[in-house]
């Protein structure tokens, strides 16, 4: 017999890996998906497709405004994942004649970073720098490994995992100094903390809706326009997006997109200090865990993002035992031995201490209680899986 | 979905109230099998009254089929002869937690520290 009862609570803290739609969001799509709606293909030339395509126009203008970028930068996209491709593979191959070097972090999100891997089977030569133990690059790192046939500079705004800010105008400026492209990643960070690509100096930029309350299945690259910076198109047929994504626009998910970012932008200053006093609260309570490490400091990460490890702790038997909370581990655990996560090993963290890594993500629906809750329940689970642990 | 529909019942109810969990009892016989570094250790203790064994049990770092596997181990300990234990083969209890196969380190732990608990008793 099957005795296990579900939890009476239930917490969601894991709105770094994905946010439920916004209802105003998911009332705008809907609004494009029937006959009665403006479902028409925005290409098309009659009236309902102009319709369609009216809206497609309003959404680019809001993605744009959430990063302060024109309108005619935003290329839309299925999401992060081809934004990042798009990016890496089309400047790399439009500049072949510069050269074929390209330098990326060691925590960068895996769509860089396997696009990158992809890119040296193709030819080209990636620079990977390793971070600092808190997952700040130092822009002096950059600057030593710039070279005069550097297309790509590919670096994340805020990391997934651990949430560090990277000093990106900085790395920019190095960068441009030398005449190299800038890439961004700032999935986690739209919505979540101020975006101004103009201001960061990025040549382009990484954006997904579904992280900031918007629907899965559309992302944008946001372009600048500006000599130089051409890029390779990667999916061919239509010609869509000026060339540089071809396929039917997706009409219901550019508009939630464009919802989404409106509305992530429009309640930014007070959700990230709502969501900076759960932090610090949560930060107090499980910093004060003997043998817990904050992995990056407040002072250098988002607050919606906190990264702690718990030494003398397995990082399977402790997900399982919090089953009230949904949190991320630093562990893919699909065997005996845990597999660390490797932006965790990358700052140096042993296996172990990887392993035994909670991100908690809190988002619009995090409340104080959820997290005095969520803090409770891991400071229980840590002292009882230490006791049950044989003396290290 | 919670994390607890991962595992069997039986792991879960275990993992979560094991029932044979705690340090050695003065003058049992220990055993260890694994390595934290390597992922995994289980602590396996009994003590023995009569020949047979009369209270068993374990303190475990590992997954939640680790603790299990260790808690039933110890509930199929007691009343034993842990002469009979030294070629100690964990596959029964394996088998009735529906251990996977990729969690095979598990029964390795297991019959290191339950062997080395009877070398332990001659030793």
Redesign the interface.
Known sequence: ????T??ER?VYLDYAATTPVDPEVAQAMCGCMTAEGVWANPASTHGPGRAARELVETARAQVARAVNAQPDWVVWTSGATESNNLALKGFMRAHRKRGKHLITVKTEHKAVLDAAKWLERDGCEVTYLVPGADGRVDPAQVAAALRDDTVVVAVMLVNNEIGTVQPVAEIAALAHARGALVHVDAVQALGKTPVDMVALGADSLAVSAHKCYGPKGIGALVVRRAPGVVLEAQVHGGGQERGMRSGTLPTHQIVGFGAAAEKAIALLPTERARIAELRALLETRLGAIPGASINCPAAHGVPHILSVSFE?V?G??L??????LAISTGSA??????EPSYVLRALGRDD?TAAATLRISMGRGTSRDDVEFAATRIVAAVARLRA???A? | M????Q?P?EV??R??S?AH?GAPLAGARVG?GGE????????LWFTVAGGRIARAGF?????????ASADLCCQWLIGQDPGGLLEFDASALMEGLAVPP?????KIWLEDAVRAAARAEEA
Request: net charge negative; with cysteine; glycine share 6%.
């Open positions: 017999m099957d005795h296990r579900e939890p239930f003398g397995h399977e038997a997900v399982a035992d919090l089953a009230e655990c699909s065997a005996a031995t845990p172990l049950l642990a044989p290290a | 919670s994390a607890m529909a595992y019942a879960w109810a993992f979560r094991p969990a260890h934290r570094k390597q992922g995994g250790e289980i602590e303190r475990a770092f590992g997954c939640p089929y680790a603790v990729e969690r095979f380190p598990v």
